[in-house]
């Protein structure tokens, strides 16, 4: 079946404007997971949805960052007023599953 | 201290060897283990799980957890080119603690 996809794949933006990165799971996971992972780093936990429950947002850097999930499925990570520190690649990841994580293509950032 | 510890590398060793990946970890509430291997300019892809203590044989793929220890192993053997890649431990807590804690990742190189 269709895996978790990403949209766009690749974003370049000028310092201080705002992105969206949009992430689409697999059907019937009602987990989806946002990490980044910048060059010789690990991946970084952004934030969890599970079902309707609130969000685990402690992975969050800055209040910059926000995420929401609508209807159980599409999940868009935003990003305000971006920095260049803020480059890297932006991993979706979905589950039934704690140990099931299926993770998307990813979106490379780049903040010029 | 990151709470999950794993080489960099890179590791490079010639077709058919048998590899073995470790990561060490810091948290004793970390219950399930997973190794994740992640292609260049790709998402990571799970390879293998494991629940608490033990082995788990997948193939050509082995993992092994010693809880007390505080150490994880991933053996690859009969190594082939297409296993080169970047490998990744991850784990987590069991019950609501869902996200996963990565490791940097180790670059493995299978040389023909």
């Known amino acids: 079946g269709a895996g978790v996809s990403q949209s766009p794949s690749n974003k370049v933006t000028e310092k201080g404007k705002d992105v969206e990165l949009r992430c689409d799971p697999i059907?019937?996971?009602?987990?989806l997971y946002w990490y980044r992972q910048s060059l010789g780093q690990g991946l970084e936990f952004l934030i969890y949805?599970?079902?309707?429950?609130?969000?685990?947002k402690s992975g969050l850097p800055s209040d910059r960052f926000s995420a929401e999930r609508t209807g159980g499925s599409v999940s868009t990570l935003t990003i305000q007023r971006t920095q260049q520190e803020d480059s890297a690649v932006y991993l979706c990841?979905?589950?039934?599953?704690?140990?099931?994580?299926?993770f998307g293509p990813g979106t490379r950032l780049t903040v010029t | 201290q990151k709470e999950v510890e794993q080489d960099p590398g890179p590791l490079s060793v010639p077709e058919g060897a048998i590899v073995s990946l470790n990561c060490t970890y810091s948290?004793?509430?970390?219950?399930?283990f997973m190794w994740y291997r992640q292609y260049s300019r790709k998402g990571p892809e799970l390879l293998m799980y494991?629940?608490?203590?033990g082995n788990k044989e997948d193939g050509r793929f082995t993992a092994q957890v010693d809880k007390s220890s505080k150490y994880i192993s991933l053996f690859i053997r009969d190594s082939q080119p297409s296993d080169s890649a970047t490998y990744l431990c991850?784990?987590?807590?069991?019950?609501?603690?869902?996200?996963?804690?990565f490791g940097t990742g180790t670059r493995l190189q299978v040389t023909l």
């Open positions: 059907s019937g996971h009602t987990a």
């Open positions: 948290n004793s509430a970390f219950q399930y």
């Open positions: 949805f599970q079902g309707n429950s609130a969000p685990d």
């Open positions: 991850a784990m987590s807590g069991a019950g609501t603690a869902s996200k996963l804690t």
């Open positions: 990841a979905s589950s039934r599953q704690i140990y099931e994580q299926y």
């Open positions: 494991t629940y608490s203590s």
